[in-house]
């Protein structure tokens, strides 16, 4: 059965990244990650393949930085699932999602509004180009508000990657929630739900810098209804202060970095 959070139950992969509780995981949760071991090996077999392509060498900088092979295993990828990246952007964890979940699998691509009109409707092209390039033919590129995604039950797997903090400074935990909770219904019972985010520290103008507080991050999705939350340390730096924009040269691409996931019940 799956727990609600508590300090006795959030597991870690390392007790090295600050603000996460350090725990052994149980042996159920290993038993279970050892049944789709090889499913998982494929997903990672493809992503490997993916990083070999022409099309992808303009992204090997930030490879580097996002670790995709990681971010793969950790999340428990397989081939055949259907999947969101949430914000997609410009598509780079889309391009990783679709290998991931091969021919047989999806992705779903989301963008909103908003950001299919930021910087003169560039930052959505380079989405479209990406696909096309790629032939990610597995990949639907779709425009839907954050808090009105229509589908029900549908996912395996939703990743967000550093973006929440925009939207918890500026709509608030309740609009954040919202966001969530529309998260939550479309994915199955027992799917995940994956953030990551640059880590900011209590007493910082966390907006100015885009950053966030994971004690933040987990506190709404627990509110959301999220369980048997998880957190890895791939993308740890120690050397950053947390006091630096992200974009600040010194750490662009290279911030310290919150990575969770938890599950629908």
């Known amino acids: 059965m799956m727990k609600p959070f508590s300090p006795a139950l959030r597991r870690t992969l390392s007790p090295t990244l600050p603000l996460m ?3 052994l995981l149980t042996p159920a949760f290993a038993s279970v990650a050892a049944d789709n071991s090889q499913a998982v090996a494929k997903a990672v077999a493809n992503v490997q393949t993916l990083l070999k392509a022409p099309f992808h060498q303009a992204e090997l900088e930030q490879d580097k930085s996002r670790l995709p092979v ?4 950790f999340l428990n990828i397989t081939p055949g699932m259907t999947v969101m990246d949430l914000g997609a952007g410009g598509g780079y964890s889309t391009e990783i999602l679709s290998a991931a979940v091969g021919d047989k699998g999806t992705v ?3 963008n909103n509004h908003h950001l299919e009109q930021m910087a003169s409707g560039k930052i959505i092209q380079q989405l479209y180009s990406r696909i096309e390039a790629g032939k990610l033919d597995n990949v639907k590129a779709e425009i839907w508000e954050m808090d009105a995604i229509p589908l ?3 996912l395996d797997l939703v990743f967000w990657g550093n973006n929440i903090h925009d939207y918890y400074h500026s709509i608030g935990e309740q609009g954040t929630l919202a966001i969530l909770k529309n ?3 479309a994915l199955k019972p027992g799917a995940t739900f994956a953030v990551v985010d640059h ?7 966390n907006a100015k810098l885009h950053r966030i507080q994971p004690e933040l991050i987990k506190a709404v999705l627990e509110k959301a209804g999220f369980v048997d939350a998880e957190t890895s340390d ?7 202060s947390h006091e630096l924009s992200v974009f600040d040269k010194q750490i662009f691409g290279h911030t310290d970095r919150y990575f969770i996931k938890v599950k629908k019940p």
């Open 234 to 240: 791939i993308y740890h730096n120690a050397a950053d």
């Open 183 to 185: 998260v939550y219904a």
């Open 70 to 73: 990681k971010m793969v295993q």
């Open 108 to 110: 779903y691509a989301q």
């Open 21 to 23: 509780a350090a725990l």
């Open 152 to 154: 029900h039950n549908q």
């Open 199 to 205: 880590i900011g520290t209590a007493g910082n103008d």
